[in-house]
């Protein structure tokens, strides 16, 4: 007898969509495409558990629409900034995310476009396929050397940022990084801890790997990006909300900032499109964890989560509620 109802809210990747059945629970699986919210109110109502990606806003209206059965929520990423936390706590529903098995695909994304965005990887890839006339020359669409000892500032120092750091310093970089709970003035795994000032003031590129909160929305602000060593370069595979959008493209149009590589945005999936008209950036459509054994470890570990709290454990990696 299925022990209860699972709420899918998308389809998950094929291999782990094979595995779901083994799991003895009724299942209602969305599309492809995320739910529409009246699509998802109405079929997560009854659920004893819901696996759910960054796209779902989970709410109150989501808890009273599942039901007081509902015990485990399963993000299938590892930012939570869609679920609001205290109305889980409140409901008595675990949330779980997926941290630790996207670290290295999110890492390698982020350094394909610090490469695509100080070598004009894309830039030079639209200019070969305009059909414009060309031959090589001296000056011709010249970036920066990173590998000439740039400096690679991390904001926020934890598993994908160290993951970034390690490629950085494959390449020859410099590589310093704030953290809140690192010390300034130590080093962790050859990285010297700095504070943002000197970190954004010193910085030849600079990425960010901080969750979204109140306290880091809007952490790259105009007075931030005005800080920023002139021609840098900044990338944000993390979440939009971490970066003033109006203020970057100011910064990127008076050419103070050299260029920007952007995996997430403001009002995602909506891209602001004065971003699209600037040749100095490279757009991604939030692709960071993208591998395809990473995707089917995300959300096999969000199933296993689901697994273990309706058989009453623990489960692997919750989110710790406030
Ligand atoms: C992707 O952005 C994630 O949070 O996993």
């Known amino acids: 007898?299925?022990?209860?109802?699972?709420?899918?809210?998308?389809?998950?990747?094929?291999?782990?969509?094979?595995?779901?059945?083994?799991?003895?629970?009724?299942?209602?699986?969305?599309e492809v495409a995320p739910p529409s919210r009246e699509r998802m109110l109405a079929d997560v109502a009854g659920a004893a558990a819901a696996v759910v990606t960054l796209t779902e806003r989970i709410d109150a209206a989501f808890f009273d629409a599942a039901g007081p059965q509902l015990r485990v929520v399963a993000n299938a990423a590892v930012g939570f900034d869609n679920i609001d936390l205290a109305e889980a706590k409140r409901r008595g529903v675990v949330i779980t995310n997926t941290p630790g098995v996207l670290d290295?695909?999110?890492?390698?994304?982020?350094?394909?476009?610090?490469?695509?965005?100080?070598?004009?990887?894309?830039?030079?890839?639209?200019?070969?396929?305009?059909?414009?006339?060309?031959?090589?020359?001296?000056?011709?669409?010249?970036?920066?050397?990173?590998?000439?000892?740039?400096?690679?500032?991390?904001?926020?120092?934890?598993?994908?940022?160290?993951?970034?750091?390690?490629r950085a310093q494959a390449f020859g970089m410099r590589v310093i990084a704030s953290h809140p709970r690192l010390e300034v003035g130590t080093r962790l795994d050859g990285v010297e801890i700095v504070d943002q000032a000197e970190l954004l003031a010193t910085s030849d590129v600079v990425t960010l790997h901080v969750p979204l909160r109140p306290d880091t929305r809007h952490l790259i602000d105009a007075d931030a990006l005005a800080s920023m060593k002139p021609g840098?370069?900044?990338?944000?595979?993390?979440?939009?909300?971490?970066?003033?959008?109006?203020?970057?493209?100011?910064?990127?149009?008076?050419?103070?900032?050299?260029?920007?590589?952007?995996?997430?945005?403001?009002g995602e999936p909506v891209i602001n499109p004065a971003l699209r008209e600037l040749d100095t950036v490279v757009l991604q459509p939030h692709i960071g964890s993208a591998g395809g054994t990473t995707r089917d470890n995300m959300c096999r570990l969000a199933v296993r989560n689901v697994a273990r709290v309706l058989a009453g454990e623990p489960a692997e990696t919750p989110v710790p509620l406030p």
């Open 104 to 166: 290295e695909a999110t890492a390698d994304h982020t350094f394909a476009m610090l490469l695509a965005i100080t070598r004009r990887v894309v830039e030079a890839d639209r200019f070969a396929r305009s059909g414009e006339p060309w031959i090589w020359g001296p000056t011709m669409l010249v970036g920066l050397d990173i590998s000439a000892g740039a400096t690679l500032g991390v904001i926020g120092l934890g598993r994908i940022g160290r993951a970034v750091a390690r």
């Open 232 to 266: 840098s370069y900044l990338l944000n595979a993390a979440r939009g909300g971490i970066v003033d959008e109006t203020a970057l493209i100011a910064a990127l149009r008076s050419g103070h900032l050299a260029g920007a590589a952007l995996d997430t945005f403001e």
């Open 1 to 30: 007898m299925p022990a209860g109802h699972l709420y899918v809210a998308r389809r998950l990747t094929d291999t782990v969509m094979a595995e779901l059945p083994a799991l003895g629970l009724d299942l209602t699986v969305g």
